[in-house]
């Protein structure tokens, strides 16, 4: 299973602080047990952004900036999640997902700045496992690359689908083009 972060900010009136965050996270975590829990940074953008967000809304959602890009520019907001995620992956196996990754240069730069929050010096001194989503066609086509600097990875088929094919998924008028059964996507995966 893969926890979804950024549902726990819709219907809050503010923000988390590494404290609720990290509450969060110990409760679902009791819930998994001993097995390890998989929790994919926020995936804000899209449709997924809390009102108090200072995150304009670009024309095209779908393909603006989101996800780990998002984070990127948003250091705040990853620092909270990274803090809570350092206490959390001291006391139990833990995986922490990277949201829409791009390339290799995306992952460099977010695995940077996880190390800078967590204050590690590198991706071994960190308490948890990295994992990435792969929910973009230049991800998939670079997962042997990526695979070799993270940990594991995830597949996203809905966006994996609607980017491989241009069709957004929340469009009515192209949901015939989202079909992942079609050869172009299974040859992908």
């Not at 994992?131 to 990526?146: F, K, N």
């Not at 079909?179 to 040859?187: M, W």
Request: glycine share 6%; hydrophobic share 40%.
């Amino acid at each position: 299973g893969l926890f979804r972060t950024e549902f726990l900010y819709i219907d809050r009136p503010g923000w988390l602080t590494p404290e609720e965050s990290y509450a969060i996270y110990h409760e679902v975590g009791q819930l998994v047990g001993d097995r390890e829990l998989q929790v994919r940074l926020t995936d804000f953008g899209a449709e997924k952004c809390p009102e108090y967000a200072d995150i304009p809304i670009s024309r095209n959602p779908s393909l603006g900036l989101r996800g780990i890009r998002l984070l990127l520019q948003h250091p705040d907001i990853l620092q909270t999640q990274v803090l809570a995620l350092v206490r959390l992956g001291r006391e139990r196996p833990l995986c922490v997902t990277l949201p829409m990754l791009d390339s290799l240069d995306t992952l460099h730069l977010a695995v940077a700045e996880i190390c800078r929050h967590a204050g590690a010096s590198s991706r071994a001194q960190l308490p948890f496992q990295v994992g990435t989503m792969i929910e973009v066609p230049s991800a998939a086509l670079m997962v042997e690359d990526l695979l070799a600097e993270v940990d594991g990875v995830s597949v996203g088929l809905n966006d994996l689908t609607q980017y491989l094919f241009a069709a957004d998924r929340d469009d009515e008028a192209v949901e015939q083009y989202h079909d992942p059964l079609q050869p172009a996507l299974l040859r992908l995966l």
